[in-house]
C-alpha cells in the first residue's frame, strides 16, 4: 500500500505544469501554425464597424460561429459591400486573443460566395433601383444622328478600345476622347464614375470638346470581374448622365445592372461603336436613294404641270380670229359711233332750247311769288296793329289809388317776412358774439371730439372770416409768452 502511494506521487509529479501566458501563447502558435492561410464560407452576421475603422462581425453556418475581423488597413481595400446576411468566402488565418480565451479570423480578403450569392444580391438592387424608376424608358436620352465627339470609358488595354476605334474609323470617322479607368477590381467602381460625371462637367465650347456620345465598355468575363458595372453608385450615375450613354459590358449573354440604367445596351463593344454613328457607306447610298426619289418625284410633278398646261391650252380660244372678230366689231362701232354723234348734238341743243324757254316761265313765276309775298307782309302788318289796338280797348281801367293800396299792402308783407329771416338768420347769431366753426371742406364741426394737433379750421364772425390751426395748449402758453 505505501510503495503505491509513492508510485501514484511520482506519476502526480511527471505531469507538465505551465503558466497561463504560456498555454495562451502555444494556443496561438498550434493555431496559426496549423491554420496560417485558410478559406471559410460562412454567412454574415453581427457586423459592426467602428470609427477606428476597423470591421467586426461573425461567420455562421448551421453548425457553428465564428468571429472575425477586417482591420482598417484592409477594410479601405475591400471590393464588395458587406452587410448581414450574406454569403461570403472569407481569405485569411486563424488567430487566438489569450486575455478573453477566444479565438478569431482575421481577414485579408472576403468575396462573395459564389455566383448564387451575387446573382441574389444584384437582383435585389436591381428591384430596388427599378423600383425608384431608375429604368424608366422615359427617361431615356435620344441619340443625335451624327455626333462630332465620342467619350469613351474602358481600360486603355485589351481589344475592346481597339475595336470600339477600328470600327467608328470604318464606318464614319468621329474624333473619339478616351478616359482610362479600371474596369474591374478595386477601386473600378469609383473610377467608372469619376469618369461619367468628368465627361459630364466638360463645357461645350471648352479646350477638351463634350462628347454627344459616351460609351462605357468593358470584354467579356466572369461574374466577379463585372461586378463593378453591377455597383449601385456606378448604376446611378449612370442613370444620371446628361450625354446618352452606351453600355457594351461582357458579351452578348452577359447583363450587369448599368445596361438597364443606360440610355442603350449593346451586346458588344464593336455593336457601341456601330449604334454610336451611322455607316458612311449607307448614308451616302440613302442620300442617293432619296435624290433619286427626289428627281423622280419632281420629274413627276412637271409632267402633271404639262398635261394641265397643254389641257388648258386646248381650251383656248384661237387668237387670231378672236382678233379679228374683235377688230371688225371696232370697225363697226366706230362707223356707228361716227354717225350717231352729230345726232346727237342736235338732241341736246333741243333740249337745251327747252329747258332756256322753261328757265323764262320759272323766273315769270318766281317775280310773281316775290310780289305776292310783299303785298301779304303789308296785309298781315295792318292786321297785327288792329289787333293790337282791339285788345288795348278791351282792358279794364283800374283806379291808380286801388293800385298803390295794394302796392303798399305787399311792401309791408314784404318786410314782415324779411324781418323774421332776419330773426332767423345766423348772422344775427353772429352779432350776438357767438362764431361758427368750419373745416377746410366748407363742414360745420360742433364737436371738439376728433380734432388733433395741426388741422386747419374756418372762423367765421359777424363781419368777416379767419383761418385758424389747433395746437397744443403748450403751444398756447408758449405764444402767450411770448405776446
Same mark, same amino acid.
Request: avoid cysteine; charge should be positive.
Given at each position: 500500500?505505501f510503495?503505491?502511494?509513492q508510485?501514484s506521487? =511520482?506519476m502526480?509529479?511527471?505531469?507538465p505544469?505551465?503558466?497561463?501566458g504560456?498555454?495562451?501563447t502555444a494556443i496561438?502558435?498550434?493555431l496559426?501554425?496549423?491554420f496560417s492561410r485558410?478559406?471559410i464560407?460562412g454567412?454574415?452576421?453581427?457586423?459592426?464597424?467602428?470609427?477606428?475603422g476597423?470591421?467586426?462581425?461573425?461567420l455562421?453556418?448551421?453548425?457553428?460561429?465564428l468571429?472575425a475581423?477586417i482591420?482598417?488597413?484592409?477594410?479601405?481595400?475591400?471590393?464588395?459591400?458587406l452587410?448581414n446576411?450574406?454569403?461570403v468566402?472569407?481569405?485569411?488565418?486563424?488567430s487566438?486573443?489569450?486575455e478573453?480565451s477566444?479565438y478569431?479570423?482575421?481577414?485579408d480578403q472576403?468575396?462573395?460566395a459564389?455566383?448564387?450569392?451575387?446573382?441574389?444580391?444584384i437582383?435585389?438592387? =436591381?428591384?430596388k433601383?427599378?423600383?425608384?424608376?431608375?429604368?424608366?424608358?422615359e427617361?431615356?436620352l435620344s441619340?443625335?444622328?451624327?455626333?462630332?465627339?465620342i467619350g @469613351?470609358i474602358t481600360?486603355?488595354?485589351?481589344a475592346?478600345?481597339?475595336d470600339?476605334?477600328?470600327?467608328?474609323?470604318?464606318?464614319f470617322p468621329r474624333?473619339?476622347? $478616351?478616359?482610362?479607368?479600371?474596369?474591374?477590381g478595386?477601386?473600378?467602381?469609383e473610377?467608372i464614375?469619376q469618369?461619367i460625371?468628368?465627361?459630364?462637367s466638360?463645357s461645350?465650347?471648352?479646350?477638351?470638346p463634350?462628347?454627344?456620345?459616351?460609351?462605357?465598355?468593358?470584354g467579356?468575363g466572369?461574374?466577379?470581374?463585372l461586378?463593378?458595372?453591377?455597383?449601385?453608385?456606378?448604376?446611378?450615375?449612370a442613370?444620371?448622365?446628361?450625354i446618352p450613354?452606351?453600355?457594351? @459590358?461582357g458579351?452578348?449573354?452577359?447583363?450587369?445592372?448599368?445596361?438597364?440604367?443606360?440610355? =442603350?445596351?449593346?451586346?458588344?463593344p464593336?455593336?457601341?461603336?456601330?449604334?454610336?454613328?451611322?455607316s458612311?457607306?449607307?448614308?451616302?447610298?440613302r442620300?442617293?436613294?432619296l435624290v433619286?426619289?427626289?428627281?423622280?418625284?419632281f420629274?413627276q410633278?412637271?409632267?402633271?404641270?404639262q398635261?394641265?398646261?397643254?389641257?388648258?391650252?386646248s381650251k383656248?380660244?384661237?387668237i387670231?380670229?378672236?382678233?379679228?372678230?374683235?377688230?371688225?366689231?371696232?370697225?363697226?362701232?366706230s362707223y356707228?359711233?361716227?354717225?350717231?354723234?352729230?345726232?346727237?348734238?342736235?338732241?341736246?341743243?333741243?333740249?337745251?332750247?327747252?329747258?332756256?324757254?322753261?328757265?323764262?316761265? $320759272?323766273?315769270?313765276?318766281?317775280?310773281r311769288?316775290?310780289?305776292q309775298?310783299v303785298?301779304?307782309?303789308?296785309?298781315?302788318?295792318i292786321?297785327?296793329q288792329?289787333?293790337?289796338?282791339?285788345?288795348k280797348?278791351?282792358?279794364?281801367?283800374?283806379?291808380?289809388s286801388?293800385v298803390n293800396?295794394?302796392?303798399r299792402q305787399?311792401?309791408?308783407?314784404l318786410e314782415?317776412i324779411?324781418?323774421?329771416?332776419?330773426?332767423?338768420?345766423p348772422?344775427a347769431?353772429?352779432?350776438?358774439?357767438?362764431?361758427?366753426?368750419?373745416?377746410?371742406?366748407?363742414?360745420?364741426v360742433?364737436?371738439s371730439?376728433?380734432l388733433k394737433?395741426?388741422?386747419?379750421?374756418?372762423?367765421?364772425f359777424?363781419?368777416?372770416q379767419?383761418?385758424?390751426?389747433?395746437?397744443?395748449?403748450?403751444?398756447?402758453?408758449q405764444?402767450?409768452?411770448?405776446?
Amino acid at each position: 500500500m505505501f510503495i503505491d502511494e509513492q508510485f501514484s506521487d =511520482r506519476m502526480t509529479d511527471n505531469i507538465p505544469e505551465f503558466s497561463v501566458g504560456d498555454i495562451s501563447t502555444a494556443i496561438k502558435r498550434v493555431l496559426e501554425g496549423n491554420f496560417s492561410r485558410i478559406k471559410i464560407r460562412g454567412e454574415i452576421t453581427e457586423l459592426k464597424q467602428y470609427p477606428s475603422g476597423h470591421i467586426y462581425f461573425s461567420l455562421k453556418d448551421e453548425n457553428g460561429k465564428l468571429t472575425a475581423i477586417i482591420w482598417r488597413i484592409k477594410a479601405t481595400k475591400l471590393t464588395i459591400k458587406l452587410e448581414n446576411g450574406i454569403e461570403v468566402i472569407a481569405t485569411g488565418k486563424i488567430s487566438s486573443y489569450g486575455e478573453r480565451s477566444s479565438y478569431q479570423l482575421i481577414i485579408d480578403q472576403i468575396d462573395y460566395a459564389g455566383e448564387g450569392a451575387l446573382l441574389a444580391r444584384i437582383e435585389k438592387l =436591381r428591384k430596388k433601383l427599378e423600383g425608384e424608376g431608375l429604368f424608366v424608358q422615359e427617361n431615356k436620352l435620344s441619340f443625335p444622328l451624327l455626333p462630332n465627339v465620342i467619350g @469613351v470609358i474602358t481600360s486603355p488595354k485589351g481589344a475592346v478600345l481597339h475595336d470600339i476605334r477600328t470600327t467608328i474609323q470604318r464606318r464614319f470617322p468621329r474624333d473619339i476622347l $478616351v478616359w482610362p479607368v479600371a474596369v474591374q477590381g478595386e477601386g473600378a467602381s469609383e473610377q467608372i464614375v469619376q469618369a461619367i460625371i468628368g465627361f459630364n462637367s466638360l463645357s461645350v465650347h471648352g479646350k477638351i470638346p463634350r462628347p454627344d456620345i459616351l460609351i462605357v465598355a468593358r470584354g467579356g468575363g466572369s461574374l466577379e470581374d463585372l461586378m463593378a458595372f453591377n455597383d449601385e453608385i456606378v448604376v446611378r450615375t449612370a442613370a444620371a448622365s446628361k450625354i446618352p450613354l452606351i453600355s457594351a @459590358v461582357g458579351h452578348e449573354t452577359d447583363t450587369t445592372l448599368i445596361d438597364f440604367a443606360s440610355d =442603350r445596351r449593346a451586346p458588344t463593344p464593336t455593336a457601341a461603336a456601330e449604334m454610336a454613328v451611322p455607316s458612311q457607306i449607307d448614308l451616302v447610298a440613302r442620300i442617293m436613294q432619296l435624290v433619286t426619289r427626289s428627281n423622280k418625284a419632281f420629274m413627276q410633278i412637271v409632267q402633271s404641270y404639262q398635261l394641265r398646261l397643254n389641257k388648258a391650252i386646248s381650251k383656248l380660244p384661237d387668237i387670231p380670229t378672236l382678233l379679228a372678230q374683235n377688230r371688225m366689231r371696232l370697225d363697226d362701232r366706230s362707223y356707228r359711233l361716227d354717225l350717231a354723234l352729230p345726232a346727237l348734238v342736235m338732241k341736246r341743243k333741243h333740249q337745251l332750247s327747252s329747258i332756256q324757254f322753261a328757265n323764262q316761265y $320759272v323766273f315769270g313765276l318766281f317775280d310773281r311769288l316775290k310780289r305776292q309775298l310783299v303785298f301779304d307782309e303789308k296785309q298781315y302788318e295792318i292786321a297785327w296793329q288792329h289787333y293790337i289796338r282791339q285788345q288795348k280797348n278791351n282792358l279794364p281801367i283800374i283806379p291808380v289809388s286801388m293800385v298803390n293800396a295794394v302796392l303798399r299792402q305787399k311792401q309791408l308783407e314784404l318786410e314782415n317776412i324779411m324781418a323774421k329771416l332776419e330773426a332767423l338768420s345766423p348772422k344775427a347769431v353772429l352779432a350776438r358774439g357767438y362764431v361758427l366753426v368750419q373745416n377746410k371742406k366748407g363742414q360745420a364741426v360742433t364737436k371738439s371730439k376728433g380734432l388733433k394737433v395741426g388741422f386747419d379750421l374756418i372762423l367765421t364772425f359777424h363781419d368777416g372770416q379767419r383761418d385758424v390751426r389747433v395746437l397744443k395748449k403748450q403751444d398756447i402758453r408758449q405764444k402767450n409768452l411770448d405776446i
